[in-house]
């Protein structure tokens, strides 16, 4: 069961928002966001945004948004995913119940809908926004989105990492994968 659980839960973390756009070079995003020097976005990316911004009542909601839609695809078969989950499909503590589970996630997973991508990405972005941001943080991510450069103040706001710890009656990572596919609760009958 741990095994199961362990193998949701690197899937939720490579679906997360873990960067922030696809226009720049993340690696030098990373730098700029880490040493205060991110004043915005090229007008290419805001360009994409924009598109997506009219979805959320917060424009910084689009940034994660978007960033999921664009990486999940990649994440998923390139991000060795699917072997994580093949791996786990033989593991000799996995009920047939659960290898049957994991058998077709790895099929939806591969042959996911935009509609079924929309959601996840819209679902993990609402939980990030509502409970692992600063309000700095969504302060720093509307002026972002809408292309306003930000302050010496919004940076620092940036790099203040946030200690949410939540339990697992709390909160479940899986939700937001599973119930866009119709498959959350084949998953609770598992566990």
């Not at 741990?2 to 928002?17: C, P, Q």
């Not at 720049?24 to 700029?32: F, P, S």
């Not at 791996?87 to 996911?112: C, E, G, W």
Request: proline fraction near 6%; include cysteine; charged fraction near 25%.
């Amino acid at each position: 069961m741990r095994a199961l659980i362990s193998a949701f839960f690197v899937l939720n973390l490579f679906i997360s928002n873990i960067s922030y756009a696809q226009s720049v070079d993340e690696q030098e995003l990373a730098r700029q966001l880490r040493e205060g020097e991110f004043v915005k976005y090229p007008p290419e990316y805001l360009a994409e945004l924009k598109e997506v911004i009219g979805l959320f009542d917060h424009p910084g909601k689009s940034i994660p948004y978007l960033t999921c839609f664009n990486h999940i695809e990649t994440n998923l078969t390139k991000g060795g995913i699917v072997e994580e989950f093949n791996a786990y499909i033989d593991h000799p503590q996995i009920t047939a119940k659960q290898k049957s589970f994991m058998r077709k996630s790895v099929n939806r997973l591969l042959n996911i809908t935009p509609e079924e991508k929309s959601g996840i990405c819209a679902c993990n972005t609402k939980d990030t926004w509502d409970n692992l941001m600063t309000p700095g943080h969504r302060t720093a991510y509307n002026k972002m989105a809408q292309g306003i450069p930000l302050t010496e103040k919004d940076n620092k706001a940036l790099q203040k990492k946030t200690n949410v710890v939540r339990p697992a009656t709390e909160y479940d990572p899986m939700a937001c994968i599973f119930k866009p596919m119709n498959l959350y609760n084949e998953y609770r009958r598992i566990l």
